[in-house]
């Protein structure tokens, strides 16, 4: 398998995505948020809740998933080595979250749907996104979503933050970022029929019939999918669905337009060059920091609002 010493995640990030998080950041409330965010984001019950309630993976524990989250973590040129968690969850799905001490979460559904190269392409997936720093702006995005769905008319100034644009904001950077965590699968698997294949399966592919599931297909699929746009009024259903048209705003492109962005950046030259050792070196690579700075006024009344709405949620809980 292919290594990539020294690489910085700006060798691979798509534009998209780095376009998404400036305009993410330029939208109001963001730096009020980012400026006392540590102070509310749960990251170290959350460690505590997989270490109780989780099985880690370690070379004694999963072994063989064990080697290939290490190989992939020697490709990607990552340190210090993230945690690794396997999670009792029928749902086909995996996560990466954490500052300070970065964690990827691996749900049984996943593990009993995808073979040992597609699980690499995963686990490839989940360090693209702590390469790139995505876990604290996610974090972020989702507690600024709960807080928001939580209580409704009780925002306590909250609601501003909501109506400014900033929610949808960090919908629209969430999925722009699945696109880079994307590439880095590709550059760890060097295969991308294989990256394909387990976008496919976790699209809806049954463990049964899965030898009547066939990529080509699912590829032609995703050509069909661009085709609809020829239609202007279906390029407004697909805006609507991917912003709330149905209900919820949905935080990941869909596979079939992954595909095509993937398929675009394997016949790219700036593909090749990484392949042949020619891409960006880090400086310093990890989660997004946010500086450190004095609480000016607004934020101090933010943070107070912030912990009045806590408390309002912890007696909205107990009823």
């Known amino acids: 398998m292919p290594t990539y010493p020294g690489i910085s995640s700006e060798a691979f990030r798509h534009p998209l995505d780095r376009q998404a998080e400036e305009a993410l950041r330029s939208v109001p409330g963001f730096d009020m948020i ?3 965010f540590v102070e509310f984001v749960y990251e170290r019950p959350q460690f505590v809740y997989l270490m109780g309630n989780s099985i880690q993976v370690g070379p004694r524990q999963y072994a063989s998933i064990y080697h290939i989250f290490r190989e992939c973590v020697q490709d990607l040129d990552i340190f210090p080595e993230p945690s690794l968690f396997v999670s009792q969850n029928p749902q086909v799905n995996s996560y990466a979250l954490g500052k300070n001490n970065p964690y990827i979460v691996l749900n049984t559904g996943l593990l009993d749907l995808v073979n040992e190269e597609e699980l690499r392409s995963v686990i490839a997936h989940e360090l693209g996104h702590i390469k790139c720093g995505h876990p604290i702006l996610t974090q972020m995005a989702m507690w600024a979503m709960n807080l928001a769905s939580m209580i409704g008319e009780v925002t306590f100034g909250i609601g501003n933050i909501v109506s400014s644009g900033l929610i949808f904001a960090f919908y629209e950077w969430r999925r722009k970022a699945e696109l880079s965590a994307d590439r880095a699968a590709l550059l ?27 990529l080509q297909e699912f590829i032609r699929q995703s050509d069909n999918y661009q085709d609809l746009d020829q239609d202007n009024l279906n390029q407004v ?11 919820v705003m949905l935080s990941h492109p869909f596979p079939v ?5 993937l398929r675009d950046w394997a016949n790219s030259e700036e593909y090749r060059q990484i392949r042949l050792g020619n891409y960006k070196k880090a400086v310093s690579e990890g989660a997004v920091d946010v ?5 000016s006024s607004e934020t101090e009344a933010l943070r107070r609002e912030i912990e009045e709405l806590q408390r309002e949620i912890n007696r909205y809980k107990s009823r």
């Open 34 to 36: 980012a400026s006392q």
């Open 188 to 214: 760890v698997t060097d295969d991308i029929n294989c990256v394909m294949n387990t976008m496919m399966k976790i699209s809806g592919v049954s463990t049964k019939y899965a030898h009547e599931c066939s």
């Open 237 to 247: 259903y697909k805006f609507l669905l991917y912003n709330g048209g149905q209900g």
């Open 257 to 261: 337009e992954r595909l095509r962005y």
């Open 291 to 295: 500086k450190s700075e004095q609480p």
